[in-house]
């Protein structure tokens, strides 16, 4: 009984400091480090943990990469990266090869090709030179360099250089050079093995001003939910060139682009950035877009590159938001209505402005109401209004504007009856109808809605380069409406 006792508590020693190992993923790509997290290690100087083929033997031979535990217990250890290909992670003690744990794992998916490039292709001796990389290993010791145009790797060629500081993508910056042909260079794991090149030039400040892109914006400080004009000049002329905001200080991957425009060949000429972004689709749900509070850039670019041409500083800053207020219903309406059309003039009820729809064989609204503003406005473009919430069912009706334009006069008008039979925003002639991203018809007898679209937005949605001059009346179809006004923004 005695032998008996003394063998299980030997045999449960030696289960409470079993040694183990796992990785911190069961699968890698070939960018990524491999992890390696290790317990019950005796903490001898020549414990070791190594990486081998699966299901290959212990020896030597097999060792794809190792590294001694440096006496610790219990910790991770990180090795180097691997090809696609499946694996173990194995642990041994005291520097032999008698296995006290394994792991499987895998690595999977295509390698990323390294990319180089300088934020422009032309700089001024002046100027520090700005690169962007991405897909480098992340390497501790992955390096970029400046080398003369066709020169060798030799590092006797090397004029500027800086680890990455184990980034895979990011922005950095080398100091200036003087005039000439150059080309940024990547390299991996402190190697002159090439991963990618992007040339660029140092140029004389004359030559360089007469020929650079010129980005001008309407204003420098913008309020939230304001498009940001952009006037340019000396663009190349490509189809494909192309003009992005950008959060301030990013890198000039495309994955940090906001809002971007081609210049669809032109030279010269104006866009608008910041309304609803590059083909998004116009749904019922989609709601009204606009800058966040921060600083942001305008960055012009060639021919659908990442070499920035030039690059523009703006801030969006928290601005009180200043209306003008058309109809508040107090006690009445406004006399300035306009019974176009109907049965039924527009009346005051329970503090809305009542207009009631009339509506034949169910397929047309006979009923209109303009209420014209004094004074055409050409400055605050944001509509808002309340609708419902006087215990009425109200049959199907429109919201909408008549803007003044660089093209002429426009009606553009918001419908829920989009909504319900999913069309999409669309133009017929002079009349530009949208979807609403609030719901302005079912389920507000009881329940009041708020409605707020940027008009200048809207406009540019299905006519992109024409721009609101000003919004000279406000009409609808029916509704029980209130506090209808704009905004400036």
């Known amino acids: 009984m005695k032998r008996k006792l003394i063998f299980l508590f030997s045999l449960c020693f030696t289960l409470l400091n079993a040694a183990t190992v796992q990785t911190s993923k069961d699968t890698y ?24 083929p699966l299901g290959s033997t212990n020896d030597w031979a097999n060792v794809l990469t190792w590294r001694w535990t440096e006496a610790i217990s219990k910790g991770t250890v990180r090795l180097g990266t691997l090809p696609v290909g499946e694996y173990e992670a194995r642990i041994f003690f005291k520097n032999s090869f008698n296995l006290e744990g394994r792991y499987a794992f895998s690595v999977e998916g295509d390698v990323l090709d390294a990319n180089i490039s300088t934020a422009k292709n032309s700089y001024l001796p002046s100027e520090e030179i700005v690169v962007n990389f991405t897909n480098m290993l992340g390497d501790a010791k992955d390096w970029i360099a400046v080398y003369p145009l066709g020169s060798s ?21 080398l100091k200036k050079l003087p005039i000439g042909d150059y080309e940024v260079r990547s390299f991996f ?13 140092v140029t004389e400040e004359e030559k ?42 990013s890198s000039y991957h495309f994955e940090n682009v906001i809002d971007y425009k081609y210049t669809l060949g032109n030279i010269s000429g104006e866009m608008a950035l910041g309304g609803f972004p590059n083909g998004t689709a116009l749904h019922g749900s989609t709601p009204m877009p606009g800058l966040a509070v921060g600083d942001y850039e305008v960055r012009a670019f060639f021919n659908n590159t990442l070499h920035a041409e030039k690059v523009a500083s703006f801030s969006v800053v928290d601005t009180a938001v200043i209306s003008t207020v058309y109809e508040e219903a107090n006690g009445a309406i406004s006399a300035d209505w306009i019974h176009v059309s109907g049965p039924y003039a527009p009346v005051h009820y329970d503090g809305v402005a ?26 605050q473009h944001v509509l808002e209004l309340d609708i419902g919430g006087v215990g009425r069912w109200t049959p199907h009706f429109n919201v909408g504007v008549l803007v003044q334009t660089i093209n002429g006069q426009r009606r553009m008008l918001w419908d829920s009856f989009l909504n319900h039979y999913n069309v999409s925003a669309n133009k017929q002639g002079t009349v530009l109808s949208y979807p609403t991203y609030v719901e302005l018809q079912r389920n507000t007898a009881n329940s009041r809605k708020h409605f707020r ?37």
């Open 29 to 52: 790509t070939p960018q990524e480090s491999i992890e390696v997290m290790l317990d019950g290690m005796l903490g001898h100087q020549q414990d070791w943990v190594a990486i081998y």
């Open 153 to 173: 790797n030799a590092w006797k060629n090397v004029l500027r250089w800086s680890w990455t500081k184990g980034l895979r993508e990011g922005t950095l910056s």
């Open 189 to 201: 794991k402190n190697s002159f093995n090439l991963e990618a090149k992007s040339s660029f030039t």
């Open 208 to 249: 360089a001003l007469n020929n650079s892109v010129l980005l001008t914006l309407n204003k420098n400080v913008y309020a939230q939910n304001e498009l940001v004009y952009i006037n340019y000049k000396n663009m190349q002329g490509n189809a494909s060139d192309w003009i992005a905001i950008y959060p301030k200080g």
């Open 354 to 379: 009542r207009l009631r729809a009339k509506w034949i064989n169910n397929q047309t609204n006979t009923s209109e109401y303009t209420l014209p503003f004094t004074v055409p406005n050409t400055t």
């Open 453 to 489: 679209v940027n008009v200048d937005k809207y406009l540019k949605i299905l006519e992109p380069n024409n721009k609101v001059l000003s919004i000279t009346a406000f009409f609808a179809t029916g509704g029980d409406l209130d506090n209808i006004k704009l905004s400036s923004h």
